[in-house]
């Protein structure tokens, strides 16, 4: 599955309707320093910002900021009219609470759906935009004409910005859904009843072919830099023999995720101005 082709078309259709305002959305990006791979996601997370026509800007933290400063910087946001989007990159340092911080962030500015308000929304189906990785994902399966109802879908990873919250999306898309996570037992004989396995969890090559069921679509959300080169949590080469899809990484999932945040950026922006919106 070519994450990256499904990722400019999505960006083309932001360009275009971004064309036809006089204002262009603002997207704020807060980064708290002392993450390598954060800066490289911000920087990608700009250039798409340039390719579709927003402004960004992006505030970034000292790796020891404290988790009032980080909170008051994120008032500021909350406050600045200019700014119809603000995203937290994740993760932060050990000593700041993600979900603390998160939940400053005004719900109508809330671009990755991560405040309690806005998951609360995902949760009863009455959400117009998800997180962008799970939107990413959702899209994807469209795109290329996978059947999502009636069909037996297992997560592995149970985190809120990934597992948790595609695990919704697919359910409210009529999937039976199984979410699985390190405690659980006999892993491979659940995922390998999956016609659509989705892996999020940060462990280089993990899943291999033995995990998986002949023809199933396995999407592979996983960012692993080894040595400089990235690898999913799927064991590509052994799996792509069995699976009737399979996301590469990097191309896949990735590009998703930041052509869904161009959307739901330009989806707040839209909503501020009092415009209806729909992203599925
Ligand atoms: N492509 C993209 O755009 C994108 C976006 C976001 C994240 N990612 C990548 O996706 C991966 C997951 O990210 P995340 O933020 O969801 O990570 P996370 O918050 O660290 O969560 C990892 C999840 O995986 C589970 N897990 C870990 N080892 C496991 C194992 N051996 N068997 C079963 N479950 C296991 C954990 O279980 P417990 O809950 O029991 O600890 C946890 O639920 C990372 O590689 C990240 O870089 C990619």
Request: proline residues 3%.
């Amino acid at each position: 599955m070519n994450g990256k082709l499904v990722a400019d078309e999505i960006k083309s259709r932001v360009r275009s309707e971004v064309e036809k305002h006089s204002k262009k959305p603002l997207l704020a990006c807060v980064v708290v320093d002392g993450n390598k791979a954060s800066d490289i996601y911000v920087a990608s997370k700009q250039r798409a910002c340039e390719e579709c026509g927003l402004r960004s800007k992006v505030l970034r933290l000292s790796e020891d900021v404290t988790e009032v400063d980080l909170e008051n910087e994120l008032n500021l946001l909350n406050a600045d009219d200019e700014v119809s989007a603000i995203l937290l990159q994740l993760p932060l340092p050990s000593h700041l609470n993600s979900a603390h911080a998160l939940n400053v962030i005004n719900p109508e500015k809330d671009v990755d759906c991560l405040t309690d308000k806005n998951l609360g929304k995902l949760l009863a189906g009455t959400a117009s935009f998800a997180p962008c990785t799970a939107t990413g994902i959702i899209k994807l399966l469209l795109h290329y004409g996978v059947k999502i109802e009636g069909k037996r879908a297992v997560v592995v990873g149970r985190s809120l910005l990934v597992g948790k919250s595609v695990a919704c999306l697919l359910e409210q898309r009529n999937a039976t859904v199984t979410l699985c996570h390190s405690h659980t037992k006999n892993l491979k004989d659940i995922t390998s009843q999956a016609d659509i396995l989705v892996v999020a969890i940060g462990r280089a090559k993990f899943v291999t072919a033995e995990f998986v069921k002949e023809g199933a679509v396995v999407i592979d959300v996983g960012i692993n830099r080894i040595d400089g080169k990235l690898f999913g949590d799927v064991d590509f080469d052994s799996v792509k023999e069995k699976a009737s899809y399979l996301t590469p990484v990097p191309g896949g999932v990735g590009p998703l995720t930041v052509a869904c945040l161009m959307e739901n950026t330009l989806t707040l922006a839209k909503r501020q101005l009092g415009k209806t919106v729909d992203n599925f």
